[in-house]
């Protein structure tokens, strides 16, 4: 199953400052998915980024405020710009785990928790 | 309307006991559905996965799902304290790779 690294673990930024979140996954995959746990919320999804291709995003989420790099099959950017203490959240990089007889899943990076001031 | 909602809880259950966690979903063409944990300060953990009606075991813990109804369980048996924790229902929406979380349900086994 695929082990995701993600860097940083937590930063604190100044308001209209931008801040680049890492994902480096140990295996290719296809897609990587980008989510946002806001304090004491659940996981919203912010896009999905395919190798290749202009990143997906969801309702509510633009690529001005959050733009996705996706070099490669195991490496991903996700930039917070433009950041207003709003933004503070733990942002969460994903990749589906291999596919097997006994089904599949997802696995998270370890997250990003950002504060902005 | 949310998509996939669950009890926040807090749902307390005595250790030993059975904990039942609930959640149901609207889109009515899903076809795969996860539970996972998430201690706090911590990243999501899967626990299981289900994609076909009925149940399915792994250890402790056993998954229900039930098409027709939009429902889907997690049963916790002999919950100990380190079951404590933040459990998030997820589904992956038709014609799509990604997933939908419910709000979660905090649990507290009490020791």
């Known amino acids: 199953s695929a082990v995701i690294s993600q860097k940083p673990s937590r930063d604190i930024c100044q308001r209209g400052t931008s801040l680049t979140i890492q994902c480096q996954v140990d295996s290719q995959v296809t897609m990587m998915f980008w989510y946002r746990q806001q304090p004491g919320q659940s996981l919203t999804l912010i896009a999905t980024a395919n190798q290749g291709s202009e990143a997906t995003y969801e309702s509510g989420f633009v690529i001005d405020k959050f733009p996705i790099s996706r070099p490669n099959l195991t490496f991903s950017t996700l930039t917070v710009s433009n950041m207003s203490p709003e933004d503070s959240s733990i942002y969460l990089c994903?990749?589906?785990?291999?596919?097997?007889?006994?089904?599949?899943?997802?696995?998270f990076g370890s997250g990003t928790r950002l504060t902005v001031v | 309307q949310k998509e996939v909602e669950q009890n926040s809880g807090p749902l307390s259950v005595p250790e030993g006991a059975i904990a039942s966690l609930n959640c149901t979903y609207s889109d009515r063409g899903s076809q795969s559905f996860f539970w996972y944990r998430q201690y706090s300060g911590k990243s999501p953990e899967l626990i299981m996965s289900i994609y076909s009606n009925g149940d399915k075991e792994d250890g402790r813990f056993t998954a229900q799902l039930n098409k027709a109804s939009q429902y889907v369980s997690l049963l916790i048996r002999d919950s100990q304290p380190s079951d404590s924790a933040t459990y998030l229902c997820a589904v992956e929406s038709t014609g799509r790779r990604a997933l939908t979380f419910g709000s979660g349900t905090r649990l507290q086994v009490q020791p």
């Open positions: 994903s990749v589906e785990l291999s596919r097997n007889r006994e089904g599949y899943g997802y696995t």
